[in-house]
């Protein structure tokens, strides 16, 4: 028998993975795991309990973004190098979208018990780690401030219901973007910098993956309100990265310095303040995958 150490948070998406918890045991003893489950009740409670993780098989996490963010970092913290398990439970599940992990639980737990890993980059913004994205600008902290009964109830819907609220108060921040090769002064409205392929549900780097060795930056430039639109839309078809309203860039290392007061947003959850030093780190992280 092999030993998972199962980590949830019971505040995620719509709240149902706690009352269909015996349900994912019942799939995974299947496949041959003893489950020790886990009950976060807060973001320091996952770095207190990851240490329990020691001398299992594998971590397996039932969450969004920031909760998978967060349980990583803090195997990083420790040590613990032991394969990942994903159950999806999020409202956006941007990472797991990517790996096209299935939100249902019976289906996520088969791709566990499947037993087929592949090694994935980890992304670093100064001294925090992440999985899937960093950004800042236009409707990046929109997963911060939207409130957690609206977002419960009504899913990806109260992303896009928060970001029209934005809209009358945004504004370009003038960034300044250094890599090995480019020097890039803009005003922007969004950044987005990528380990994945995914972002709010949108396929922004639509050829990229979370283990081809590079981070993909995509920055959306000042312009009027009807390219704005017109970019969104192309964003939709994944059109987007040959407008002239965008920067792409495909880089290891991408430095960004802005005199502005903005938020950031690392998979879902408050980021650093400026400068931000994103890079490639030299961690990798194993995952489960279908």
Do not use: W
Request: charged residues 25%; aromatic residues 10%; hydrophobic residues 40%.
């Amino acid at each position: 028998m092999k030993k998972a150490f199962l980590i949830y948070n019971p505040y995620s998406g719509d709240r149902n993975f706690r009352l269909k918890i015996d349900q994912a045991i019942y799939k995974l003893q299947q496949g041959n795991y003893v489950v020790t489950p886990y009950r976060t009740m807060s973001i320091k409670d996952i770095y207190e309990c990851i240490k329990f993780a020691k001398g299992y098989d594998t971590v397996i996490i039932s969450g969004g973004d920031g909760t998978i963010n967060h349980t990583i970092n803090a195997m990083v913290m420790e040590e613990i190098d032991l394969p990942i398990g994903i159950i999806p439970s999020g409202t956006a599940n941007d990472f797991a979208s990517h790996l096209g992990i299935d939100k249902r639980i019976s289906i996520a737990c088969d791709v566990i018990n499947k037993g087929k890993c592949a090694s994935f980059d980890l992304g670093k913004i100064n001294d925090r780690y992440f999985i899937n994205v960093a950004a800042a600008g236009l409707l990046a902290d929109v997963s911060q401030k939207i409130d957690i009964n609206l977002k419960n109830t009504l899913g990806k819907i109260a992303y896009y219901i928060k970001g029209i609220e934005q809209l009358p108060n945004f504004k370009a921040i003038p960034i300044r973007i250094k890599t090995e090769k480019y020097v890039i002064e803009e005003k922007v409205f969004l950044f987005i910098v990528l380990n994945g392929s995914s972002a709010g549900g949108f396929k922004l780097a639509p050829d990229a993956t979370a283990n081809d060795g590079y981070l993909n930056l995509i920055g959306v430039k000042n312009c009027n309100i009807v390219e704005l639109f017109n970019l969104f839309i192309k964003m939709l078809k994944g059109e987007h990265l040959d407008s002239n309203n965008i920067i792409y860039l495909r880089e290891k290392q991408i430095i960004i310095e802005s005199l502005e007061r903005v938020e950031t947003d690392v998979d879902g959850e408050k980021g650093p303040d400026f400068p931000l030093n994103i890079r490639l780190s030299n961690k990798k992280v194993k995952i489960f995958i279908p």
